[in-house]
């Protein structure tokens, strides 16, 4: 695996208020890997993944390719590479299919229709899905089916980088397992994926290495493999399933 460092955050706090919710973590994706962030309710996964692509301020040091970026915010991030899929995915229900991913390839606008027709026939090949039912209303699609879109849409902007929160959120098991076997499938095309979940078993599953994410620090963080298989993790967070 590549060792070249392609995200890095040093001592990364995020406060909301006088209310520190982040405290000094320090986390790396490396270009080629899947890493997952897990860890309970209100740990403060979203608010990490939020300020990591600067939709909140931080306090701390963001570095892409090496290169520390003085100003974090989402230009600067979208500019490295950088795509993040909320987790509320926000479609347009009543667009279809096609015009939503078009949305996402806004930033291959300036290259013209045919970059955009190409990248959306890659974005098929990943989700074949998502082909046949490229005339369907986004709101017309079942809960995996959209999350599959907002995952699409995001990689129409052809990212290095892929943030995305939960994205097996309100999905059936299978359909988990599904949407996460593209997702770790997206390493061979050339995409890194930062990846939140509180499904700690599904990700660890799919993960290269894993930071566990307790009370807004780093409690334990290793290679998803050995995690998956660590006394604590195992009673605290994979229970019995
Ligand atoms: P969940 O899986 O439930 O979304 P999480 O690990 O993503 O949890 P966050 O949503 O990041 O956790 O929340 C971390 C902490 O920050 C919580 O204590 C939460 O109450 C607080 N918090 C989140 N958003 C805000 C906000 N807009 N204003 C103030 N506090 C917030």
Redesign the pocket.
Known sequence: MSEKNLLQLRGFSVS??P?E?IHQVDLDVRAGEIVTVI?P????????LSAAMGLLPSKGEVRFDEARIARPSVEAMVARGVSLVP?KRELFGEMSVEDNLLLGGFSLWRKGQRDQSQRMEEVFSIFPRLKERRAQMASTLSGGERQMLAIGRALMAKPRLLMLD?PSLGLAPLIVREVLQVVASLRNHGVSVLL?E?NARAALKVADRAYV?EM?AVALTGAARDLLNDRRIIDTYLGMG
């Open positions: 909301y208020g209310v919710a860890g309710n209100g740990a403060g996964k979203t608010t990490l987790e939960e939140v509180q994410l807004g």
